[in-house]
């Protein structure tokens, strides 16, 4: 069965960084479009950051742009996510999240529908 596997999240200070990593297994992602998206305790469960199946562009919530960044290692089959200059409103959970299928279209590439495969999720907490 195919799956996503987070980790990397942890306790940080305000200010801090932290790297998750995802990691697939049992098919390969590197046709599908992948992203990290978060979600707080009392919220909807929010958009972060994407990047293309190629790796060729990367996309950012306003609330993220400058701190974070998105790569992936198609020959590892991993996708990773630098968080830099860490808030405490960035205290999530934190998903990793693969599209429907290869080459798969998304308009906007934030749209959680569009994500058919989902990691289990790690904490991150960034106390002030």
């Known amino acids: 069965q195919a799956q996503l596997v987070e980790s990397g999240g942890g306790l940080v200070q305000a200010g801090g960084s932290l790297k998750l990593s995802c990691a697939a297994s049992?098919?390969?992602?590197?046709?599908?479009?992948m992203g990290w998206f978060r979600q707080a305790p009392g919220k909807e469960r929010e958009f972060v950051a994407a990047?293309?199946?190629?790796?060729?562009?990367?996309y950012y919530a306003d609330s993220v742009k400058g701190r974070f960044s998105i790569s992936r290692d198609n020959a590892k089959n991993t996708v990773t996510l630098q968080m830099n200059s860490l808030k405490p409103e960035d205290t999530a959970v934190y998903y990793c999240?693969?599209?429907?299928?290869?080459?798969?279209?998304?308009?906007?590439?934030?749209?959680?529908?569009?994500?058919?495969?989902w990691g289990q999720g790690t904490q991150v907490t960034v106390s002030s």
């Open positions: 999240a693969a599209m429907r299928g290869p080459y798969y279209y998304s308009r906007t590439y934030s749209k959680i529908d569009d994500y058919a495969f």
């Open positions: 990047i293309t199946w190629s790796g060729s562009y990367s």
């Open positions: 049992g098919r390969t992602f590197n046709n599908f479009n």
